[in-house]
């Protein structure tokens, strides 16, 4: 059974560009939570999508955003990229809604997408 | 609003037991999880405890909860090396059920 995918792994950008982020859910999960990973700020929730609708947010600003399709892979968008945007971006799915599941409802996480901005 | 509160450091000596504590404050909190991360790697799930149990062991792992002080700890049994890694404590809580994480705890097992 294949894991999260996430890709790309690493990327550089420069300040006022744009990034797009994928993630490929585990086969059958329906749920998929993006997390920002600083050493500062340790992890924090960006926001879960869960049958095409974001579900939940964090407190980030408009510049995030993200989107689910119907196969339930999600992408995630930076726009007008900062330098406090540099961070590691970690995927998560799970087989339902973080609010509504039954049970642990474990999340399991992809490898992470690597985002620096020069 | 919901806080997860652990130590930063912890080192111990292969073969000894490894002990990594965890507070939380969300009273809900219906599971509590271990997840641990290795270098340049995502999150790997390691074990989770349901509310109303105190105890959970699963091998080497060891979960003790006080719910009434809002304890989490995570006791590893023969520390080895391969456990080198860092430590997050999370709870699901909150009004949206989202899983909320402590900084992490970088355990250093010396030989």
């Known amino acids: 059974k294949a894991g999260v995918t996430q890709t790309p792994r690493y990327l550089i950008k420069t300040r006022g560009q744009q990034v797009t982020l994928s993630c490929s859910p585990i086969?059958?999960?329906?749920?998929v939570s993006w997390y920002q990973q600083t050493p500062g700020q340790g992890l924090q929730f960006l926001f879960e999508y869960f049958s095409e609708t974001q579900r939940n947010k964090g407190n980030f600003p408009g510049r995030f955003s993200g989107r689910q399709f119907s196969n339930s892979r999600s992408e995630m968008n930076v726009s007008t990229l900062e330098l406090g945007d540099s961070a590691l971006y970690l995927c998560?799915?799970?087989?339902?809604?973080?609010?509504?599941?039954?049970?642990?409802?474990?999340?399991?996480f992809g490898a992470g997408s690597r985002l620096t901005v020069l | 609003g919901e806080d997860v509160e652990q130590s930063l450091f912890l080192s111990v000596r292969e073969g000894d037991s490894s002990v990594i504590n965890c507070t939380y404050t969300d009273s809900s909190s219906t599971y509590l999880y271990w997840y641990k991360q290795e270098p340049g790697a995502g999150l790997q799930l390691l074990t989770y405890i349901f509310s109303n149990m105190d105890m959970k062991q699963d091998q080497r792992l060891t979960v003790l909860l006080n719910k009434k002080d809002k304890h989490l700890s995570l006791r590893i049994a023969d520390t080895q090396t391969g456990d080198s890694a860092i430590y997050f404590c999370?709870?699901?809580?909150?009004?949206?059920?989202?899983?909320?994480f402590g900084k992490g705890t970088k355990l250093s097992v010396k030989p």
């Open positions: 086969s059958g999960h329906r749920s």
């Open positions: 999370a709870e699901r809580g909150g009004s949206q059920g989202n899983l909320i």
């Open positions: 998560a799915s799970s087989l339902a809604s973080n609010g509504g599941g039954r049970g642990a409802n474990v999340l399991t």
